[in-house]
């Protein structure tokens, strides 16, 4: 449809949309630019970046683990319960979705820190959490573990009910009910919900300076690196964050292509 | 339902629980191999009662007996994998994932078979209803009456005692259904458990059971054979079904039965006090003047609506009594039967039947 008149709008809202959109895209461009692509390769094998590589690679991977199996479960009584509480759970697991991840990293050293809630029953037993890489994947299962599971109960409420009916009078417990028919039909909100979550936890960072600090080897994962490199060799750190951002795009890549439309 | 008392029937069901905003009520009875059709209006408790059989619905009180073992009795209900029951809804619901084989041997598979004794079994339930053939189709590639051949074989894999079925043929399009419900009845006709089941479709019911149950508002309104609901009709939702003018009425000793509309009919067969009374609509003949000699019955009325069925028309008359009457076309242009007509219907007092409310 055309309009006489149209150039004007085109105008005002033109320009602020353009506006959007290189705020958006200069940066990333700005650092496809900067990067000097044939030293990437032997940045990211450097000593001090290998550690950090495989600290996020083992840490990203817990959490999907602790996702899926713990995870799985909670989206599933949040999908099937019709009882009023239920609601307030839900929000309850949004709420790490929209809060400062520095405040996430604060509340965990005050759950599980050597006088938390949960740390002071540790600490007898030797049990020390914090500042560990324990911390890290409890710091990146926080802040993950919502997209899992809002993803992965989204699928299950997409499941006919009748169906469960039907696989009950076949003789199915419910527990056989998941096993053959609901985790089967909600395979791709699992792998989406896992690819979320992974990505995120991947990207972890102010909960996990707070709650899990900075040490190499132990807690420094590959965004806590980029911070530090960027004082001592920014090439590095723009080496590893062309990584992190051709990951990022492959994971929405895959997404897109397969799950979300 | 007088034998019940006699003897206990081999289904025994009393099903009394609340659902949103109906109170059902449902007694059912039945032998082995007897096809029980459910029927009534939408939201009536049709689909509640199968649910409750089924043990997805708890009841609230009553009983659900089947055999020597009672399956739910208000406060102890058995799992639905803990009954011998099977069910089949009008959408197939096939699990998409698994082939039409793996479908069906799913039940067999859940109640502890081995697998190759479980695709045994299966194959052997699909060629049973025609589809040996098709055991490695998925339900996708499947037609809609292939969909629910494989389902009605699911139920039937486990040797339910009670087969549920709700709707089983709703979701095909005609010229599918007539040949499902063909099919349907050649493999219930070798199935010695009770079926249940429930349709709004009067055909499925008179084709396939041979205990018709009519369920309205949660209640039983009528129960009985075919037959014997065809001839008596208890209900204006049952009169609808099998398709009489069907009228509540006061008759006396002469003949002469007032309606609660205050219609007033005349039968050769008077029955005294509280009385059904009905009209086939092919006994109704329409005249443009009021007849002359013998039917004893005419009514000043005018026409409501015309319908075509086929080479005839029915036609919907108000006025001094509501009914429906069933004429041939030539006589709908003959006498110009246009709505909102007056006309004379007429009635011989041999084809009014009454009997005891």
Redesign the interface.
């Known amino acids: 449809m055309r309009y006489a008149g149209r150039w004007r709008s085109r105008i005002t809202l033109g320009v602020p949309a353009a506006a959007a959109l290189l705020l958006l895209v200069v940066p990333l461009v700005t650092l496809l630019l900067r990067a000097e692509w044939a030293r990437i390769p032997s940045d990211l094998a450097t000593p001090n970046v290998l550690p950090a590589l495989r600290l996020s690679l083992t840490t990203t991977s817990s959490t999907a683990v602790l996702c899926l199996i713990l995870g799985t479960p909670l989206a599933w009584f949040l999908a099937r319960s019709e009882h009023r509480t239920t609601g307030w759970v839900r929000a309850l697991l949004t709420v790490p979705l929209v809060l400062p991840p520095v405040v996430g990293g604060v509340a965990l050293l005050m759950a599980w820190g050597r006088t938390g809630l949960v740390g002071q029953h540790l600490t007898p037993l030797g049990i020390q959490i914090p500042f560990t890489t324990v911390a890290v994947v409890l710091a990146e299962t926080f802040v993950a573990m919502p997209y899992y599971v809002l993803a992965v109960e989204g699928a299950m409420r997409g499941l006919?009910p009748?169906?469960e009916?039907?696989?009950?009078?076949?003789?199915?417990?419910d527990m056989?009910y998941l096993r053959?028919?609901a985790i089967?039909?909600v395979l791709p909100g699992i792998a989406s919900g896992l690819a979320l979550a992974w990505a995120r936890a991947l990207g972890e960072f102010g909960a996990t300076i707070t709650f899990a600090g900075n040490f190499q080897g132990r807690t420094q994962t590959l965004p806590l690196l980029v911070y530090v490199e960027l004082e001592r060799d920014p090439q590095i750190a723009i080496s590893i964050s062309i990584m992190l951002l051709a990951v990022s795009v492959l994971v929405l890549g895959v997404l897109r292509g397969r799950w979300l439309r | 339902m007088s034998r019940t008392a006699e003897s206990p029937r081999w289904l025994d069901a009393r099903v009394r629980l609340s659902r949103g905003a109906i109170d059902v009520d449902v007694a059912l009875s039945a032998e082995p191999g007897q096809v029980i059709g459910v029927l009534g209006p939408n939201g009536g408790g049709k689909t509640t009662t199968v649910l409750a059989l089924a043990g997805v619905l708890q009841i609230s009180e009553g009983l659900i007996r089947v055999g020597e073992r009672v399956w739910d009795d208000g406060s102890r209900p058995l799992a639905p994998e803990e009954r011998a029951v099977g069910l089949m809804l009008a959408d197939s619901l096939l699990f998409p994932h698994l082939s039409a084989l793996d479908n069906v041997a799913y039940g067999p598979r859940s109640r502890g078979v081995d697998r190759r004794r479980a695709r045994d079994r299966a194959r052997a339930e699909l060629d049973r209803v025609g589809l040996a053939d098709r055991a490695r189709s998925s339900p996708r590639e499947l037609s809609s009456g292939q969909q629910a051949r494989v389902a009605l074989a699911r139920a039937l894999a486990t040797d339910p005692q009670l087969l549920l079925l709700d709707e089983p043929l709703a979701a095909l399009d005609p010229d599918t259904r007539a040949r499902t419900r063909s099919d349907l009845a050649g493999r219930l006709a070798a199935y010695d458990g009770v079926t249940v089941l429930v349709t709004h479709d009067p055909l499925d019911a008179l084709t396939l059971a041979d205990h018709l149950v009519f369920v309205e508002d949660g209640q039983v309104t009528q129960a009985g054979t075919p037959a014997e609901v065809l001839s008596e009709p208890r209900s204006a939702y049952v009169g609808t079904v099998v398709g009489l003018n069907l009228y509540a009425g006061q008759g006396d000793s002469h003949g002469h039965v007032r309606t609660a509309d205050g219609g007033l009919v005349v039968t050769t067969s008077p029955t005294e006090g509280s009385v059904w009374a009905t009209i086939p609509p092919s006994a109704v003949s329409l005249h443009l003047h009021e007849p002359e000699g013998s039917p004893r019955n005419a009514w000043r009325v005018r026409i409501a609506s015309v319908t075509m069925q086929g080479q005839s028309a029915r036609v919907g008359l108000v006025g001094d009594l509501a009914l429906t009457a069933e004429v041939t076309l030539e006589s709908v242009t003959a006498l110009g039967l246009q709505v909102g007509r007056d006309v004379w219907a007429a009635v011989k007092a041999t084809e009014v039947r009454t009997y005891p409310r």
């Open positions: 006919d009748r169906l009916s039907v696989a009950r009078t076949l003789g199915a417990s056989r053959t028919v089967p039909l």
